[in-house]
């Protein structure tokens, strides 16, 4: 098994890995520099048209943003796949596709070399979770074009794990094969996280028997405290968060410390920009450029997550930088309340403090001038006094007086990808 960490850096000095990422920078920036008409036009405009223009975080930060929109804009003018191809077509051996959960869909390519460098990021989080040869890994997600399915299947091969795919089968067909088979990790969201153990025990199918450990991604929640609680108490297990996205790759990844998100500074440059001043901050947006996806590079990528990074090292000894409470929301999910900001990771770590509540939903509306919070939620058979309790924990975490009415079992929705359980009808027709 490959040792990504020794092999990455992990524990590098801060001042060596610097000298490295930007060493890596410049090699990317040959080609894109040479043939990606994105970037080459983009970055020759802020004055870059070598290499050895950037050389530090300061020349980094003198570079214009990447945005999704423009990334939008780009492909609606250069069907269908846009400028930012650095090699002719005929080198890319891959098309996967953003979910199209925060806009119109992306189209992504690679090129052999670049599904290599996905693959070792994503198994940088096998490593740091203790998975191996041993395990048997079951991915419960459909495989359709969202590329994190594929490369969590790559990498868990990668490390010479025994790859389980669970696309095409119903909730208790793949709690069935877990438990047949003796999973050892299971791979998922961890809003399907826990809907796979409540079938499972209603089905009596000891799926988690084998369970050691699960790895999460697609939303916040393995960094929720009462979420990652319930999906270790669920499953018996070591609950552990991760990281990425279609259009940068698998950036993040939690230790066996469980302390946050670490980010694999040697395959990105990360920084952390105030919302408001665009200035380096403690708290805001995750701003990441990386460095070995040369076929459809991506540089200052505002990602729209919302972080706050970590102001002491991680006891594991790695120097990567690391986010406190790891991704805590999206830039543009943060709501104002009767004059409270809130993230929705915030109101599900209250709803979830609650442990008769087996799932809910949270719709904000304007009565006239008043914001009105309102949360609906299933409970087990002695949850008899949750809904006070959650508007309790709501207050206590946010200030915020909230509606809290039980519906039967089964009425709100299970998502197997990215859950939607905040909505806010103020700027929407209901």
């Known amino acids: 098994m490959v040792d990504h960490n020794s092999r990455t850096g992990a524990r590098l000095d801060r001042a060596r890995l610097t000298r490295e990422q930007f060493s890596a920078l410049r090699r990317m920036l040959e080609p894109v520099l040479a043939t990606n008409a994105f970037y080459r036009d983009k970055l020759a405009a802020a004055g870059v048209s070598r290499p050895e223009d950037i050389a530090s975080l300061e020349d980094l930060r003198r570079l214009p943003f990447t945005t999704r929109r423009e990334l939008t804009e780009d492909q609606a003018a250069h069907p269908p796949h846009g400028s930012l191809l650095t090699f002719p077509l005929e080198r890319y051996t891959r098309l996967h596709r953003t979910s199209g959960t925060t806009g119109l869909p992306l189209r992504w390519l690679d090129t052999a070399e670049s599904w290599q460098w996905l693959v070792d990021s ?14 048997g890994v079951f991915l419960a997600f459909s495989f359709g074009p969202f590329i994190g399915l594929w490369c ?54 000891p799926a988690m028997d084998s369970v050691r450990v699960t790895i999460h991604g697609g939303e916040p929640g393995a960094s929720v405290p009462a979420t990652k609680r319930r999906i270790a108490d669920a499953w018996g297990a070591t609950c552990f968060d991760h990281a990425g996205a279609t259009e940068v790759g698998s950036w993040g990844f939690e230790c066996a410390e469980l302390s946050g998100l670490h980010i694999n500074e ?49 006891t594991c000894g790695r120097t990567y930088v690391r986010l406190d409470g790891g991704v805590t929301g999206r830039v543009d999910d943060a709501m104002v309340i009767r004059g409270t900001v809130v993230f929705p990771a915030a109101l599900e770590n209250a709803i979830r403090s609650v442990p008769q509540v087996t799932e809910y939903a949270v719709d904000v509306d304007r009565r006239g001038t008043l914001d009105e919070l309102r949360v609906r939620i299933e409970r087990a058979e002695d949850g008899g006094g949750a809904p006070a309790a959650v508007a309790e924990s709501i207050r206590r975490a946010t200030g915020l007086r909230a509606e809290v009415t039980a519906c039967a079992v089964g009425v709100l929705p299970r998502y197997e990808l990215k859950s939607r359980r905040v909505r806010d009808h103020r700027n929407t027709p209901i």
């Open 122 to 135: 994503w198994a940088c989080g096998y490593d740091a979770a203790g998975v191996g040869a041993e395990d």
């Open 152 to 205: 969590a299947f790559e990498a868990a091969r990668r490390v010479g794990a025994m790859a389980m795919p669970g696309g095409g089968l119903s909730t208790e067909q793949r709690a069935r094969l877990m438990a047949d088979n003796r999973a050892t990790v299971l791979v998922s969201t961890p809003t399907y996280a826990l809907h796979l153990a409540d079938v499972a025990r209603a089905n009596g199918i």
């Open 266 to 314: 040697s395959e990105f440059i990360a920084e952390v920009l105030d919302t408001a001043s665009g200035e380096p901050a403690a708290e805001g947006e995750l701003v990441l450029t990386n460095l070995g996806r040369v076929g459809m590079p991506l540089i200052r990528y505002r990602t729209g997550d919302h972080v706050r990074l970590a102001s002491d090292p991680c």
